[in-house]
Every structure is written in structure tokens, then in C-alpha cells.
């Protein structure tokens, strides 16, 4: 059985051939390319310390030892010495599962080293002077590192030149902004928020702290695997338990009790143990998992974890940011409006403004619409600058003739009293009506603590009006979402009534539920609100990832949207991250989904795929429990009543292949949209416990009345084949519902495939013909399998209302008073 968890590949640390001597290279020369050279040869490189994919061989490996393959080839050893070869047909079955699943793998790696290409972070370096990108496992030690704002922090490093801002928590646990200048330390996992530094790396590869992290990590070996994969694999080691004490059992019951010969007490042994296999399940999961893997890789979708497969499909929530998910990433300043002419003319704005970006890195989108409006030349330059942050929605800057200016969030910035109402009038119009309103002042207190508090109130010079424009396809993505019974929830650091303007002209249903969340205080508020809201503005990146947990304690699955270094804890945390690759690197890299194009219209294929692969595994595993249920309690009914197993292999797999394993197949590569309800393996028993107890009751009424009235064993085996056949028809039928042109053509071609192997290959499947009176007895059981599986589909239903019943009771939300 293939895993649909890729594992990596196990490799030994590098060795490092000589000592070589730490470089203290200058931060604006770095390395010479000879020594960085040298380095890399030596064993001094940013080795990934397990790399992410596995050999061609591991595959081939992983798909041919598996538990259940050594227990086939016991059993066809053990046929094999009886002499009665037609009873190997299970093999070929079980050639052509590790066929598919290695050819699949190996499709599914190829394209997704396709993809990956696209998505590998680059590392700055200055090496001779020069600022170089490169792959981040070819940096060396003691290169000197450019890492600005989104860019995540690849290997510990020690900061020699410029600040920044770093939020450690994705290492540590602690969400604050941490500001680092010459001779701090920066850990290898964390991500700089804003600022722009030269660093040199002074632990690499698996000696820096995120590799040893990973690596104790693995140790532990606790990998996080969906309710599914997690349902499924218990499921699988049960059985694989179960069928050794059983198989020894029967064959002692065989040989010893009723006396049978070796060769006939071996064979039907060998037949309840093949029943009890699920041959095919795994791979049926691990096949659709990778063919949906590879259906979103067409669409330029990126799935970095396939646990998130399943995630999409259970998902009822989804969290979007506004800038580059509802709006287009790109922003443009609008307007321009002096606040104070007297003071300060139009052109002394836009000169300030000049002298302000001047110097500067376009560190974020605003950064960069407004160095593309203001483009004057820079006359004073910047001596001291306050990062952006996201804790206080401002940056500022002093300049060379002692002036100090601040630009950021209007209501941060303004106050009701310093502002006589006027400004902050005219702001609260302006958002309301859709814009980022910035508002550039004066500031005249010391610029180095203002990322703390301000001292003194900014004097107001001009606001700032900032458009983005709205996604094409945002309108019918959204109705989309609503028609699918998914909620959204806009969670945005601009001003709410900026975000709830853009949000309703975007078609978000109740858009205009919005609260600014920095008046959000308690865990209490914060879960009510999580309820009540639709619109959240002014949230920070902790509270974003706060918000998201909320929702999650609430009981529902969560995705969450997003492409900056803002959204990278909410990202994290959410049930299924997923971002632009346009965005961060860092929102790339903890991201379980990236969208390489960028086009949030693509979360509309990216939740129906989801939907579709789950649905459709649900279906068709309840086509394979039929036969382990029928076939674990057959025997256990012919344990206890010391009866002989009716069937042989040979039958078990004509049946197997014709209303098990191609149907199966089949079914799980159809459209299914409707939203996943309920756990995996609950699902699947309701579904095939009604079939498969009405394959027991059929298959011993044939064993008793054939006892009854003279049917030979041969005959009462062929009369079991062909009733747990007719069985099999109405199961695939049930799942195939709603029937259309492709199901019905499916079914019929099963069928018509059980009748030619029953009447054509009747010797390679063990199937005798029929006197009239077996022939009789037959139709009259096939027609009593009707009302009795109807029966049973009746209490199913009714165990299945109530279970939903005791989730929905357990589930609901608990209000909760602020």
C-alpha cells in the first residue's frame, strides 16, 4: 500500500573535508567568490538537512514491501503449494495496485518538482561587492545576507548593518516585533516584519536553530495527518491485526475439526483472509489524493501538504485579507489633500514626501504606490527612519535638517480633541467611501521611541487617499462561496469602514457587520465577535492568528487567505493556510496551498477539488468495507458454528474486480461538489454496514437451504458468488447516485464484466453450473436481498441522523457574555 505522506529522504549531514577559518567579510564587500566557493565544496553550505522529496527507489520500495503485499505473497506461496493455480487470480490485482501507485508517485513528484521551481525562496548576498540571488541552500557560512522586509530568515545570522524588525513567533512562540541593529542575533524560522539589514550567517545547515528544531522534530515522529488519513490507517493496522489470529483459527477448524484435505481447507482459508484485505483501499485513497494533487498543479496550484486536500472539502469558513484577495495587490494614491495651506503648500508636500522615500526600500505595497507618485528628487536625506509596523499602522522618519514627519493610519496618528473634528471628519468620509486614507504630520517628538508611544500630538499636514482595485472575479467568487454554504470573513489591518466598503462592493453578505478589532481586549470579546462580525479592521497579526483560533474553538474548519508577513501566524494556524505567491516568502513557505498565479478566483476550483476527491473516496471505500464487513462476520459465523467457508479466492476476485475495484476507480475521479458532513469512518461504515450484512444473511440462507435441499458445495459456492454479485449491483448503483450517462454505462459495463467472466472464464473462476433447482434458489435470494438491504439501509439512516444529532449537540456554540 502506498502512503500519500511523502517522506523525505533520510541523508547524512555533510561532511566537512577541511577546517577552514571564520571570515569577518566587510558588509558591503562579503565574500570573495573563491571563498564562498571554497565553502560550499568544503561542507560549509545551507544544506537543507532532509531534503523534501523522496528517490525513485523509495517509491518502488514503499509501493512493494508493504504489510499487506507480504501477506498476498504468503498466500500465493501457500496456493502455490497445493497445485490449484487458478486460485492465484487475487495476483495480478495486487501487480497492477503497485503498479498504478508507482507510476502515479513518480507523475505526481515530477510535476510538483515543476512547480516547486517557482516558489524556492532566493537568498540576497553580497559577494564581491555585488548583491547576488541565489538558491538559500547555496549560501555558505559567513556570507553576508541582504534580508528585508517579507523574507525569512534562512540560517542564523548575526546582524552587521541596518534594523529591522523580526517577529520570532514561528520559532519561539512570542508574537512581538523585535527590532535588531548591529551585533543581534537572528534566528534561522523567523521573518522580518520590516527594516531592511546585512547579516552575516554564522550557523548553517542542520547547525542553525530551525534545522534542529526540524530534525528533533522528526524524532518524535508525531506527523500531523487529516481525520481521514488518521480514520483510514487505524482502520488498516486493525485489520492487519485481526486477520493472522483469525487465519490460523480457520485453518485449524479446516483441517483439524471438519477434516477437510489440505489443498480444500488451505483454499477457503486463503478466500476469508482475501475478503478481509482491503487490496485496494489505500491505494484508491492514494491514487485520488495524487491525481487531485496533480489537477490543482494544472490549475497553478501548489499543495505543499496533502492533509489540506481533505481540509478544503470540510471547510465552512474562510478567512481573506483585503489588499491582494479582494483587491488587486497593486495600490495607486488618488488624492492628495492639504490639511494645512498655510504652512504647507502642495509642492512642499510632495517635496517632503521626496525627502521622506528618499534612501528607502519600497518595503511594502504603500511604500511602493507612493514612491511611484511622489517622484521628485530627494533635497534633505533621511538621518534617522521608524520602521513600519503593524502594532502601531505607522512609519516615520527624521531628515537631515531636524524635521521629523510621520505617515500611517489616520486614527492612529489623530485624535477627536488635537484635530478641533475637522481632519477627522473628512478621514471617516473618506474610508467609508473605500479609500486607505494615510495621513501625513509633523511630528516633534523624539522619532526613535514613537514606535513605542508619541509624546506629542503629529500636527496634521495632508491625507493620503489610496485606492486598490477590486478583483474582476472577487463578485462571483464570493456568491460562489455563499451558494456553497461558506462563510467569509474579511480580517484587514485598514480602517473597517474602509474594508467593509470594499468588501460589500465585492458581494461579501454582510459586509456592512463590521468592528474595529483593536477595541477588542478579552478572549470573550474576541469569540463573540468571531460570531457576530463579518468585517474586522485595524487587527493586527496576533490577533488575526487570535481570531482564526476563535472560529477553530467554535467548531469550524478554517482557511484562511493571505500574502503578507501580516497574515504568516493566522496563515499558520489556520486549518488550511493558503497564499499568493505574489506575496512574502515567508507566507509562501508556512502556506499548506500556494496560488502560484496569485488569482484568489482560484479558491473556487481549489474547494471544489477538495470536495470532490473526499466525497468521492468516502463513496468508493464503502464499496471496499462491504466486503471486509461480509466477509470478517462469515467467518466469524463460521468459526462459531463450525461451518466451511463457501467461496474460494478465485470467485472473491471476479467479484472484487467487477463491483469493487474498477467501479471504485471510476467513481473517484467524478465531479462531486456538495460539502463533506460528518467523520470519515463513521460515513463509511453507515454507508456499506447495510450491504454488507445482507451479503452474510444471503450467503448462509444459501448455505442452509442448499444443505436443506441437496445443492451440491460446488453449486452452493457458485450460488454465494452470484448472490453477493447481485448485492454488489444495488451497492453500485447506491453510490453511483445520481445516475447519469457515464454511471449507468459504468454499471451496466460491470455487470456484463461479471457475466462474461461467470459464463466465459467460468473454469479460471471457479464458477459450476447450475441445476434448475440452485438456479431457482437463487433468483428467489437475490430477490429476498431487496427488502432486507432496504432494512438495513432504514436503521443505517436512522443511526446516522443520530449521530449527526449528538455532533451538531456537542458542536454548538456556546454564547458567551462580554
Known amino acids: 500500500m502506498p502512503t500519500t505522506n511523502t517522506q523525505p529522504r533520510k541523508i547524512q549531514p555533510p561532511r566537512r573535508n577541511r577546517v577552514l577559518p571564520r571570515i569577518e567579510a566587510d558588509a558591503n564587500v562579503g565574500l570573495s567568490a573563491a571563498d564562498a566557493a571554497l565553502r560550499l565544496k568544503n561542507g560549509y553550505a545551507n544544506d537543507n538537512p532532509e531534503p523534501p522529496e523522496r528517490t525513485t527507489g523509495q517509491i518502488i520500495a514503499d509501493n512493494i514491501f508493504t504489510y499487506f503485499n507480504l501477506i498476498f505473497a504468503t498466500l500465493a506461496v501457500l496456493i502455490a503449494v497445493t497445485g490449484h493455480y487458478k486460485e492465484l487470480t487475487f495476483l495480478p490485482v495486487v501487480f497492477a495496485n503497485i503498479i498504478i501507485g508507482v507510476v502515479q508517485e513518480l507523475r505526481s513528484r515530477a510535476k510538483l518538482r515543476t512547480l516547486t521551481l517557482i516558489t524556492t525562496p532566493k537568498a540576497a548576498v553580497i559577494r564581491d561587492g555585488s548583491q547576488l540571488q541565489i538558491p538559500c541552500e547555496y549560501t555558505v557560512l559567513d556570507d553576508i545576507a541582504v534580508f528585508a522586509s517579507g523574507g525569512q530568515i534562512y540560517a542564523d545570522a548575526i546582524v552587521v548593518g541596518g534594523e529591522c524588525r523580526v517577529n520570532e513567533a514561528l520559532v519561539t512562540g512570542e508574537s512581538d516585533e523585535i527590532t535588531k541593529t548591529p551585533g543581534d542575533t537572528l534566528l534561522s524560522g523567523s521573518f522580518v516584519v520590516s527594516g531592511e539589514c546585512r547579516a552575516r550567517l554564522d550557523k548553517v545547515g542542520r547547525e542553525s536553530f530551525v534545522a534542529k528544531l526540524t530534525l528533533e522534530a522528526k524524532k518524535s515522529n508525531k506527523k500531523m495527518r487529516s481525520e481521514m488519513m488518521y480514520a483510514l490507517t487505524k482502520l488498516v493496522k486493525m485489520i492487519g491485526v485481526v486477520i493472522i489470529p483469525f487465519g490460523a483459527i480457520m485453518l485449524y477448524q479446516q483441517l483439524k475439526v471438519l477434516k477437510l484435505p489440505f489443498a480444500d481447507g488451505m483454499i477457503t482459508t486463503v478466500a476469508a483472509l482475501i475478503g478481509m484485505i482491503p487490496e485496494g483501499l489505500y491505494l484508491l485513497v492514494s491514487v485520488a489524493l495524487t491525481v487531485s494533487v496533480m489537477r490543482l498543479a494544472k490549475r497553478r496550484v501548489l499543495v505543499q501538504e496533502m492533509r489540506c486536500i481533505e481540509t478544503l472539502a470540510r471547510v465552512d469558513v474562510l478567512c481573506v485579507d483585503k489588499t491582494g484577495t479582494i483587491t ?106 473605500g479609500y486607505r486614507v494615510l495621513l501625513l504630520a509633523q511630528y516633534s517628538g523624539d522619532i526613535s521611541t514613537a514606535d513605542r508611544s508619541l509624546t506629542t500630538n503629529p500636527e496634521p499636514i495632508a491625507l493620503l487617499l489610496l485606492t486598490n482595485k477590486i478583483r474582476e472575479a472577487a463578485p462571483a467568487t464570493f456568491k460562489y462561496f455563499a451558494e456553497q454554504g461558506v462563510s467569509v470573513r474579511v480580517i484587514s489591518g485598514d480602517n473597517p469602514q474602509t474594508v467593509a466598503r470594499i468588501a460589500a462592493d465585492a458581494g461579501i453578505e454582510g459586509a456592512e457587520r463590521c468592528i474595529d478589532a483593536s477595541t477588542l481586549k478579552t478572549e470573550r470579546q474576541i469569540r463573540r465577535a468571531a460570531a457576530d462580525y463579518i468585517v474586522f479592521g485595524r487587527v493586527t497579526p496576533d490577533l488575526k492568528r487570535r481570531l482564526i483560533r476563535a472560529l477553530k474553538a467554535e467548531g469550524h474548519t478554517v482557511a484562511m ?87 474460494t479466492p478465485s470467485q472473491l476476485t471476479l467479484f472484487n474486480v467487477m463491483f469493487i475495484g474498477i467501479p471504485s476507480f471510476f467513481l473517484a475521479l467524478e465531479p462531486n461538489r456538495a460539502r463533506v458532513r460528518g467523520r470519515f469512518l463513521a460515513n463509511v461504515l453507515i454507508n456499506s454496514l447495510p450491504a454488507g450484512l445482507t451479503d452474510v444473511a444471503v450467503v448462509i440462507s444459501v448455505m442452509l437451504l442448499g444443505t436443506r435441499f441437496g445443492i451440491t458445495p460446488d453449486e452452493q459456492s457458485t450460488m454465494a458468488t452470484i448472490v453477493i454479485a447481485f448485492v454488489g449491483f444495488m451497492m ?41 433447482k440452485a438456479i431457482l434458489m437463487t433468483s428467489i435470494t437475490c430477490a429476498a436481498s431487496i427488502p432486507v438491504m432496504l432494512v438495513f439501509a432504514w436503521f443505517a439512516r436512522r443511526a446516522r441522523t443520530l449521530l449527526r444529532s449528538k455532533v451538531a449537540t456537542r458542536r454548538r456554540p456556546r454564547r458567551v457574555k462580554v
Request: aromatic fraction near 8%.
Open 328 to 433: 488587486e495587490p497593486e495600490m495607486n494614491v488618488r488624492e492628495v489633500i492639504p490639511l494645512n495651506t498655510a504652512r504647507f503648500s502642495e509642492a512642499h508636500i510632495a517635496q517632503i514626501m521626496a525627502d521622506y522615500l528618499g534612501g528607502g526600500s519600497n518595503e511594502n505595497e504603500t511604500t511602493s504606490a507612493l514612491s511611484k507618485f511622489f517622484t521628485g528628487d530627494a533635497k534633505l536625506r533621511v538621518t534617522r527612519r521608524l520602521a513600519f509596523s503593524s502594532s502601531t499602522k505607522y512609519a516615520g522618519a527624521e531628515l537631515s535638517d531636524g524635521t521629523a514627519y510621520l505617515v500611517g493610519a489616520w486614527d492612529k496618528l489623530l485624535t477627536r480633541d488635537a484635530a478641533g473634528g475637522v481632519p477627522y471628519g473628512m478621514c471617516e468620509k473618506h474610508s467609508s467611501d
Open 561 to 647: 487567505t493571505g500574502d503578507g508577513v501580516n497574515d504568516v501566524l493566522a496563515l499558520k494556524d489556520a486549518d488550511c493556510g493558503i497564499a499568493m505567491a505574489s506575496g512574502s516568502d515567508v507566507a509562501c513557505h508556512v502556506a499548506q496551498l500556494v496560488l502560484l498565479d496569485s488569482d484568489f478566483s482560484a479558491m473556487t476550483s481549489v474547494v471544489a477539488e477538495g470536495r470532490r476527491v473526499i466525497n468521492n473516496i468516502e463513496r468508493s471505500a464503502s464499496l471496499f468495507l462491504v466486503k471486509n464487513i461480509f466477509s470478517f462476520l462469515l467467518t466469524a459465523i463460521a468459526l462459531l458454528f463450525t461451518l466451511s467457508y463457501p467461496m
Open 732 to 772: 453500485l448503483i447506491k453510490v453511483a447516485r445520481p445516475m447519469n450517462l457515464f454511471r449507468r454505462a459504468l454499471v451496466s459495463t460491470m455487470v456484463a464484466g461479471f457475466a462474461l467472466g461467470a459464463l466465459v472464464f467460468s473454469d479460471m473462476f471457479n464458477i459450476s453450473a447450475l441445476g434448475g
